[in-house]
């Protein structure tokens, strides 16, 4: 029973501590996530009435922030047009790591109604940047947002930071 | 000033330059002109004092099969009245005099058509694509124009 | 001379006794900005009518905490292009710069860092380390907005370090006392003592009072801009510089410059606390007078000074740079030197 | 030099009148409806996620046809009388159609109603349930069987026989009345339940 077994699954063993760290880290990762919000239509203006006060997104631990480097995740709200979704290429792999998107809306995640003759709309995000959690709307309601980012901090929640090797494994 | 007035004022001034008058009930009265002498015949609506044409509502282009298109109206703020105006250009050769120095709102509206329709607008100061991306190949409101498959390695459709 | 220092008195001069000097502070910093931080947070949400963070812990209390775990955990990135020392070393720059200004200011009767004759002059003249440090870093991330971001920083730094200084001139001019200390002590006896009530003095002080309440409040509008607080926050203006001089920063180092903004705000502060609210005395006299007591008023003034730094910042909008330029040189400078000679003329005349 | 200090008076009034109604704010209750643990009244017809009742779906594709994303499949097979297993509706009456494939895609959808407005039997609706946002978007592709693939293999097997039998007994009808020197007017069922089974 060396140090490597411990890595390998922290909840059994005497792998008490690590788990405890790990469940620390994913606790100050899932309850501080600042945005990068890119806005390209209409449920950016919904995204605006979920900032404001009657909804307040901040209760959830976010800040908004308008350099990539310090954000934690990317908003993409809007129909992704090929002409910006160059700059949202760019824009995710400038952001710093551990590093999460959620796509908002019929447009984002899958091209909306511009998924069948669309000659200018990227038929969804998820095919240029890894999506991790879509939000379904047209647009979507205000609360679903806050639902999508609880959804969000439920999966930093899990993830594992010390037993990788096993989840790949078992995965 | 009536549609029909304005052609036959446009008609003696300018003889076939202005070729017809459209008074379908369906629609609003157009006259049809050619390229040629286009930009004359805008002073002249804009500058005369029986037509004050002092604002360009909008401007389109427009895929006519064969040829391109296109539409003006023009709207007069002092004596209240209405004009559309139509020119066509084949397609093998779309070259449209810019009514730019005119209206300065045919600016961004010419670069649009030459966008999406593919008007070349002669003398444009600046007819660059205003909305798709610079290095976009074809004009896609074009009704003959095919989706290529993909951009930049990006799938469309 | 007494002590003003309790750790000299309880240790002795030693070694660990140095670095107890130093930590104090150091800890100080760290718990201060951790609350200021949350501060910030929830003042903005009750100005709009919101909670701010409350799902971090009770009320949000812990929000703070998990910004900074999470911050240690993020990816720490120098662009390529980046000249690497400089961008590397800026933060820490920064940081120092904030950092040493807390030598010199007096947080009781019983404890100031390090108890100089010239404290204001080295406040002022470590203040300007932050403008080193943010040109450093707006010019070595190799970012057209950080370096916009910084020249931006630094002519506003220049304009505001004038109207700044002469305001506290003018009380150096009443004191004739440079040391934070000693200007503290000169207004002990009660609120009616504070230089921004125009100083100890008979009632001949009351033509005094119109200039240096004008003084006070022009310091706190140049130590605003001095700490790049909204309404002067051009350097980083999020919405024509992406995020002005810190746009290339990320995780710790990004921290660093936001400790070093907070530890800016609670120095400017403590200026504003020692020279014009009497510092760590008693606002009524020999109520709750003492080194312990002195340090609890001490606080609470500063929190005070900030939390109005924070009320301003949630009111009101950004200035535009010429709108900067014209309030900083000519509305600050000539009220300020107006205000400094009619406080040197009275206190030729007492003197006389 | 009056105007001056006019300007300048009002520029620093004008911010403290700010900061008054600031702090005014500051001190009001809040607005804020705190989601998770309370939750707004939403109207009753907000349009949010879609659902089908597969009970009462006919299989008609008018909701296809409406729907302006072409996000719904839909394909039905008309119920064979010789088939064993007859079901019946919520109201009495028998279902006529068996609805092999029923598919929408919400991650299309752009929630306009069309397809709610233009459904006979009411089966399609938008709810209030607007929390379903997922991790994939397989998730948001609705797939909405009562049968099983080799079920509704069966069903269209049931009526491919059933409409042979048909035609077969069309076809000696005919003949024996070809016989007998009669014409026999055409039937419209036929060509009615090619188009339910092609949909």
């Not at chain 2, 397609?91 to 058509?113: S, Y």
């Not at chain 3, 390529?80 to 200011?105: D, E, M």
Request: proline residues 5%; glycine residues 8%.
């Amino acid at each position: 029973m060396g140090l490597l077994n411990r890595l390998d699954d922290p909840y059994e063993g005497g792998g008490i501590v690590l788990g405890k760290i790990e469940e620390l880290l994913n606790w100050g990762r899932s309850k501080s996530d600042w945005y990068l919000h890119f806005g390209l239509a209409c449920c950016a203006i919904e995204f605006m009435a979920m900032n404001a006060s009657h909804f307040d997104f901040m209760r959830f631990g976010t800040i908004p922030r308008t350099s990539p480097r310090q954000a934690d995740f990317i908003m993409v709200t809007g129909t992704v047009t090929f002409k910006m979704a160059e700059r949202i290429k760019i824009l995710y792999e400038q952001m710093a790591e551990p590093k999460y998107v959620i796509s908002v809306g019929s447009c984002s995640n899958s091209g909306g109604p511009y998924w069948e003759h669309g000659y200018h709309v990227l038929k969804g995000v998820d095919r240029i940047i890894p999506v991790d959690v879509y939000i379904p709307g047209c647009p979507p309601r205000p609360e679903a947002f806050e639902e999508g980012m609880m959804k969000l901090q439920e999966k930093i929640n899990k993830q594992a930071i010390f037993n990788k090797r096993k989840l790949l494994g078992t995965e | 000033m009536l549609p029909g007035e304005i052609f036959t004022k446009l008609k003696n001034d300018f003889g076939d330059a202005i070729i017809e008058l459209n008074e379908s009930p369906n629609s609003d009265p157009w006259i049809l002109v050619g390229a040629d002498q286009l930009f004359d015949i805008f002073h002249t609506l804009r500058d005369a004092d029986e037509f004050q044409f002092d604002y360009l509502m909008s401007l389109s282009g427009t895929d006519l099969g064969e040829n391109l298109g296109v539409v003006y109206h023009l709207y007069s703020m002092t004596h209240r009245h209405k004009l559309v105006v139509k020119v066509e250009v084949p397609k093998g050769n779309p070259v449209v005099p810019t009514v730019e120095r005119l209206w300065r709102t045919a600016d961004w509206h010419e670069r649009e058509a030459y966008d999406l329709i593919g008007v070349r607008f002669e003398g444009h100061q600046n007819l660059i694509r205003i909305l798709l991306p610079y290095d976009w190949e074809g004009h896609p409101l074009q009704k003959d124009y095919v989706t290529p498959d993909s951009y930049h390695g990006m799938k469309i459709s | 001379m007494e002590s003003t220092n309790f750790i000299w008195d309880l240790m002795g001069k030693n070694l660990w006794s140095v670095v107890a000097v130093i930590s104090l502070p150091l800890i100080f910093v760290l718990i201060y900005a951790l609350v200021a931080i949350l501060a910030e947070l929830k003042v903005s949400a009750w100005i709009q009518e919101r909670l701010g963070p409350m799902r971090t812990g009770p009320w949000g209390i812990l929000q703070p905490i998990a910004e900074v775990i999470k911050l240690l955990q993020k990816e720490d990135i120098t662009p390529t292009a980046a000249s690497k020392i400089l961008f590397n070393l800026a933060p820490y720059v920064i940081f120092t710069g904030a950092y040493a200004a807390f030598a010199v200011i007096p947080f009781s009767e019983a404890y100031a860092p390090a108890n100089i004759n010239v404290g204001l002059f080295y406040i002022f003249a470590v203040g300007s380390f932050s403008a080193i440090g943010i040109v450093m870093g707006g010019w070595a991330s190799n970012n057209k907005y950080s370096l916009m971001g910084a020249m931006r920083s630094v002519s506003q730094v220049i304009s505001y370090e004038i109207p700044a200084a002469v305001a506290v001139l003018a009380v150096v001019v009443l004191t004739s006392s440079m040391n934070m200390m000693e200007i503290s002590r000169m207004q002990e006896g009660g609120f009616w003592n504070w230089y921004i009530f125009g100083g100890p003095g008979g009632w001949t002080k009351i033509f005094m009072i119109p200039f240096t309440l004008t003084l006070a409040i022009i310091y706190f509008i140049a130590s605003l801009a001095e700490t790049n607080r909204l309404p002067f926050d051009i350097p980083e203006g999020e919405s024509e510089l992406v995020a002005g001089f810190h746009t290339e920063y990320s995780g710790m180092k990004f921290a660093m410059f936001f400790f070093a903004e907070y530890a800016n705000m609670f120095v400017v502060a403590a200026v504003v606390t020692t020279i014009f609210l009497g510092g760590w005395t008693s606002p009524f006299g020999s109520f709750l007078a003492g080194a312990g007591w002195g340090a609890f008023w001490f606080i609470l003034k500063s929190m005070f000074v900030v939390f109005l730094q924070i009320w301003i910042r949630w009111t009101l909008p950004r200035f535009r740079v010429d709108q900067l330029m014209y309030i900083g040189w000519k509305v600050l400078l000539p009220i300020s030197l107006v205000c400094f000679i009619a406080i040197s003329f009275f206190s030729l005349l007492n003197l006389g | 030099m009056s105007s001056y200090l006019k300007n300048v008076w009002a520029g620093f009034y004008t911010a403290v009148k700010g900061m008054m109604i600031t702090s005014r704010h500051m001190f009001k209750k809040s607005v804020t409806i705190q989601y998770p643990d309370e939750k707004f009244d939403l109207p009753a017809n907000a349009r949010n996620k879609l659902v089908l009742d597969m009970s009462r779906c006919n299989a008609c594709t008018a909701c296809a046809i409406a729907c302006p994303v072409n996000c719904i499949t839909v394909e039905g097979v008309r119920v064979s009388p010789e088939d064993p297993h007859q079901e019946v509706h919520a109201d009495g009456k028998p279902r006529k159609v068996w609805v092999t494939r029923y598919e929408m895609d919400l991650a299309k959808c752009c929630f306009c109603g069309l397809c709610q407005a233009a459904c006979p039997s009411d089966a399609i609706k938008h709810t209030q349930d607007f929390e379903y946002s997922a991790y994939n978007k397989e998730s948001l592709y609705f797939k909405y069987q009562i049968l099983t693939p080799e079920q509704s293999a069966e069903k269209v097997r049931l009526l491919a026989e059933f409409k042979e039998k048909e035609a077969a007994a069309k076809a000696a009808a005919a003949e024996k009345a070809a016989t007998e020197g009669k014409p026999v007017a055409p039937k419209k069922a036929a060509p009615k339940a090619d188009e339910a089974s092609e949909q």
